[in-house]
Structure formats: C-alpha cells, structure tokens
C-alpha cells in the first residue's frame, strides 16, 4: 500500500512540473574561459651608440683599464664620397631610427648620444653602457676604404683571446650571427664577423658588445644607399630581428 501512494505522488509531481510554465526562459550559454596568455618577456636593455661626434678629441686615452697603450678618444668618421654627409649624421639618423623600432617592440633603449655637439670618448660610450646595465651593446657605424669597389656590411666583434673582452666575446658573438643571417634574409650583403682586440670601445666594456659597419661610403652607390632612409630602415630592421632572435636563443 505504500508504494503504490509514493507511486502516485511521483506521478502527481511530474505531471505537476510540466504544467508550470517557463515564463520564456532560455538555457543560458556561459562563455569559455579565456585560454591562458603566453607570460611577457622581460624588458631587455640596449644600448645604442651612434659612432663618432662633429668632432673629433684627439686627446689619448687608455684602450683598455690599466693599459699603457693609448689612442685618440674619439674621431669625427669618415665622409660619403657621394653624398659628402658626415658619417656621424648617418650614424645618428640610422640609431634614431633604431631606437623607435626596439621602443615599439618593448625594449628599453639608451643612447650614447641623441645629437652632435657633444664630446664622449670611445671609452665613455662603453662605460655609459656598462653602468645602464645593457644586455647588448650596438655601436652603428660606416666603413671607407681605398677600394672604392669594396660594398657590404661588417661586423665587429670582441676578441675571445683578450684578457679585457674573453668574458663577453660569447654573447657578442651570438648576437653577430644572429644579425649576420638577419641581414642576409633581407638580401643585404655581409662581409663577415671578425674579432677585434685593440678596439678601446671593446676593451672597455663589460657587456656584450657589436660593431655593426653598415656600409661602405667610399663607394659611390652606397654611400648614396646609406643616406636613404628607406635602407637605413632595412638595415635597422635587421638589427631588431636580431635581438628578437637572440633573445629566443637564450630561452
């Protein structure tokens, strides 16, 4: 007798629940969870150092700490053989350029100078980094030579046997050929990477560090080429691939 009243309760309750109207609800659709974002890469520091000033110091200074060697602080460059635009005017548009680029994609940025008239040595310029606490120094440049005929970009690298540069010359020379196959992907010859061991920019340094000679200005075209903000674009470019790839090779 008693299962069949729970029987019949059942049965009123169901027959009860469809009666009860809805009143228009609609099941509700709740949205998926956001898929979880990749962690942002930590600001890396640069420092850019726009080569030579409007002019040169020929005062001497040690090419390395404790050295009895010494050279000209800094020089005034060379000149487009074209153009006939200093080389510290190239050097400077092409960093400014630079500098924007890295700044847009995250990177602190710290230049050794935003103007001509100033007067920084070579050794300065590397302690101005050393103190910034920058993970990879660039120091842009221009190249000249005899051979009006020589093209193509150079980069400069610390010596790996020097007691001065032995500690950075793996971190450079990483960078190099990061910007070495970065240059050569946008169709811009490159001479090679070599080691420098009497450079007191270098020698000075304790971060790492690359010379990166852009071009030629003894020849004609690309002097011409070197003044075009369009390849100076091209070239910086390259610089800032560079650093992306670097830095994804240290993870």
């Known amino acids: 007798m008693k299962k069949l009243r729970l029987f019949v309760l059942l049965l009123i309750l169901v027959t009860l629940s469809s009666l009860i109207p809805t009143y228009g609800l609609e099941p509700i659709d709740l949205p998926e969870p956001p898929a979880p974002s990749k962690p942002e890469k930590p600001s890396f520091i640069v420092c850019i150092d726009p080569g030579h000033q409007a002019k040169g110091d020929g005062k001497s200074e040690a090419v390395a700490p404790g050295s009895g060697q010494r050279k000209a602080r800094v020089s005034s460059g060379t000149a487009g053989v074209a153009t006939k635009k200093a080389e510290y005017v190239v050097n ?3 960093s400014m350029i630079l500098k924007q680029l890295l700044e847009e994609k995250g990177y602190t940025v710290y230049m050794t100078r935003e103007s001509h008239d100033v007067n920084i040595s ?6 101005f980094a050393n103190q910034k606490g920058a993970q990879m120094t660039i120091r842009i440049h221009c190249d000249s030579i005899g051979n009006s005929g020589k093209t193509g970009a150079t980069l400069l690298v610390p010596s790996k046997t020097s007691k001065y540069t032995s500690g950075i010359y793996e971190k450079s020379n990483a960078y ?3 910007l070495k196959t970065a240059l050569k992907e946008k169709g811009v010859k490159v001479n090679g ?3 420098r061991g009497d450079m007191t920019g270098f020698n000075w340094s304790r ?3 690359v010379i990166f000679e852009m071009g030629f200005m003894s020849n004609y075209n690309e002097d011409r080429m070197l003044s075009d903000p369009s390849y100076q674009h091209k070239l910086m470019e390259a610089v800032v691939e560079a650093l992306d790839m670097y830095r994804d090779n240290e993870q």
């Open 193 to 195: 990477i070599f080691e």
């Open 92 to 94: 400077l548009e092409a």
């Open 122 to 127: 070579n050794a300065e310029r590397a302690e």
């Open 176 to 178: 190099a050929e990061c």
């Open 207 to 209: 971060v790492p560090v």
